[in-house]
């Protein structure tokens, strides 16, 4: 009887784990890419995160946009319709204050990498106080019916055991691992693609290809803030946030970067899906405030033995 009960926490807490760890993935992937092409540790990543959750909610609650899509499709919509909004932002963020110390501006031969923390760190800041003034510190979520409704699905080994999959976090889950694929093949099939790729390997010779270097950079920050807006509106279903929720998941999305292995966009994906995954089975054995406490517990461990991360190579950036 233990054992049963047992294995069926253990298949529940698997379950979660993809599911959580699928959304971790989409966040990541926004990162890594902005990391991989740039090579700019963006602290304000967690906070474009956050605007996506606020977009998804006033479209969804205030504007009653989308309202003729029913209560269940209408947050997806709006939560797919912050990565454009958010696109726009961060390819502004970029045009007005990063490309100042980054690309062919940046002054050649100086170290630039104290800049682009100060400044990535500033505009977090901003958009935390900012976020704080217009939308208030009170909790917030995204109502849907799918986020108290379940799939239950009978476990073969016992009739009695039921497995239950959270509808907002399941569809969530299949809009993230479809968003991550789409975006793995524009990098790695379509021309705009491939001068990313180049602008991340080699800016002076992609240069010398006739690729801007400079717009290079600017859409890759600009699809990295939208891709992790995205996944902002899917948490926003089913995760209470506020301004200064963006803090809670950079931590997450640093990590699986790093996990992944630096610069790859797939592995990425992959590292946000081990912390997932971590997180939620450690709850098998370890009590909740312990969670965060076994990703990083984990992490060293991989660090240790992998320097390169799981699913990088040495030189691979994007």
């Given amino acids: 009887m233990i054992s049963g009960v ?11 784990g993809l599911l ?9 992937v926004g990162l890594g890419l902005i990391f991989g092409v740039m090579r700019v540790v963006n602290f304000a990543q967690g906070d474009f995160m956050m605007l996506g959750m606020y977009f ?5 609650s205030g504007l009653g946009a989308l309202a ?22 961060g390819w502004a963020v ?24 100060i400044l990535t760190l500033g505009i977090a800041l901003i958009l935390e106080n900012g976020g704080l003034i217009a939308f208030g ?51 790695a099939r379509t021309p705009l693609g491939k001068a990313l790729r180049a602008a991340a390997d080699n800016p002076q010779a992609a240069t010398y290809m006739g690729i801007d270097v400079d717009r290079a950079y600017g859409l890759a920050f600009g699809i990295g803030s939208g891709i992790t807006a995205i996944a902002g509106g899917l948490v926003a279903m089913y995760y209470p946030f506020q301004p200064y929720v963006g803090f809670d998941f950079v931590i997450i999305m640093y990590a699986g970067v790093v996990l992944g292995g630096m610069g790859s966009i797939l592995g990425a994906f992959w590292g946000g899906m081990t912390i997932g995954l971590v997180q939620q089975l450690a709850t098998l054995v ?21 320097p390169q991360g799981l699913f990088g190579r040495s030189g691979e950036r994007a």
Avoid at 56 to 60: E, F, N, S
Avoid at 94 to 117: C, F, K, N, S
Wanted: hydrophobic share 60%.
């Fill in 68 to 89: 003729f899509l029913g209560p269940a499709a209408a947050p997806v919509a709006a939560a797919l319709l912050a990565g454009p909004v958010l696109f726009a932002a």
């Fill in 94 to 117: 970029h045009r007005l204050l990063l490309a100042r110390i980054t690309g062919t501006r940046a002054a050649a031969g100086t170290d630039i990498g104290q800049a682009q923390l």
């Fill in 6 to 16: 047992f294995l069926e926490n253990f298949v529940q807490a698997l379950v979660a």
């Fill in 286 to 306: 370890l009590p909740l405030q312990l969670q965060n406490a076994a990703i990083f517990v984990v992490f060293l461990l991989i660090v240790q033995l992998w």
């Fill in 20 to 28: 959580v760890g699928a959304i971790y993935g989409l966040m990541c």
């Fill in 137 to 187: 510190s009170t909790p917030q979520t995204v109502h849907t019916p799918l986020s108290w409704s379940a799939w239950q699905i009978p476990l073969l080994y016992n009739p009695a055991a039921v497995l239950f999959i959270n509808k907002a976090r399941g569809i969530a889950c299949l809009v993230s691992v479809t968003i991550g694929a789409a975006l793995y093949w524009f990098i």
């Fill in 56 to 60: 998804t909610l006033y479209v969804v």
